[in-house]
């Protein structure tokens, strides 16, 4: 167990809907990232916060956006969704720049 | 940008056998951290071995080790005495080192190895 905790473990939703995904990430940890794994793309950055603030975006779509609460945790808002946007979602925490990130186990989105 | 390798996309060892694992890298940077993750069927993304390119001692975690030539950009990793529990996808990433840089610690991976062992 890495500690940090994202729920669900599985969504599946329709066409155009909009999902929260959810990272807990452990305790003491002010950075959180996100990351896409898909059969086509593989594992794609996304999004980085750091205590509350954006530190980084990769290849994150306009139709998605993320944020950072005051207690650390994060979550990952995913709108008009599409059939492509089924992947795994992974959140991964670390407690500072340049130490370790723990990845959570992710979220399977399904698409249908 | 920074981009990673992977060239081999399946692979296969015995039980107890040596296998090796390859990985290529190209940065501009000078300080990198570069990192070997596991990927069981389980899905859980599990950190195996980590190097800082400034050191030059290849680093050794039990059974795993990595051969890390920085000058050629390659990065591989020999688990040895291979076990069934070994068997996942393995993942090479790339860490900025660069503090001041939008890249400071987000990772950059390959595209992955799956690993089989046969018993």
């Known amino acids: 167990d890495s500690g940090v905790t994202q729920t669900p473990k599985h969504l599946i939703t329709a066409t155009g809907q909009r999902v929260t995904l959810r990272c807990s990430p452990r305790?003491?940890?002010?950075?959180v990232y996100w990351y896409q794994q898909s059969l086509d793309q593989g594992l794609q950055f996304l999004i980085h916060?750091?205590?509350?603030?954006?530190?980084a975006k990769g290849n994150i779509l306009e139709r998605f956006s993320a944020q950072q609460f005051p207690d650390l945790h994060s979550e990952l808002n995913l709108s008009s969704l599409e059939l492509g946007d089924s992947a795994l979602y992974f959140c991964?925490?670390?407690?500072?720049?340049?130490?370790?990130?723990?990845f959570g186990q992710g979220t399977r989105l399904t698409v249908v | 940008a920074q981009t990673v390798t992977q060239s081999q996309p399946e692979m296969s060892v015995q039980e107890a056998e040596t296998v090796t694992l390859s990985c290529t890298y190209d940065?501009?940077?000078?300080?990198?951290?570069l990192f070997w993750y596991k990927q069981p069927p389980s899905r859980q993304m599990i950190l195996v071995i980590r190097?800082?390119?400034?050191?030059?001692q290849n680093a050794t975690e039990n059974r795993f080790s990595v051969n890390f030539q920085k000058a050629a950009k390659s990065f591989s990793l020999k688990i040895s005495d291979s076990q069934l529990g070994d068997a996942a996808m393995y993942f090479c990433?790339?860490?900025?080192?660069?503090?001041?840089?939008?890249?400071?610690?987000?990772?950059?991976f390959g595209q992955g190895t799956i690993l089989t062992v046969h018993p």
């Open positions: 991964a925490s670390s407690l500072a720049l340049n130490t370790e990130a723990f």
């Open positions: 305790s003491g940890d002010l950075s």
């Open positions: 916060y750091y205590n509350g603030e954006e530190r």
């Open positions: 940065t501009s940077e000078s300080d990198y951290y």
């Open positions: 190097q800082e390119a400034y050191k030059q």
């Open positions: 990433a790339y860490r900025s080192f660069d503090a001041g840089g939008t890249s400071y610690g987000k990772l950059t």
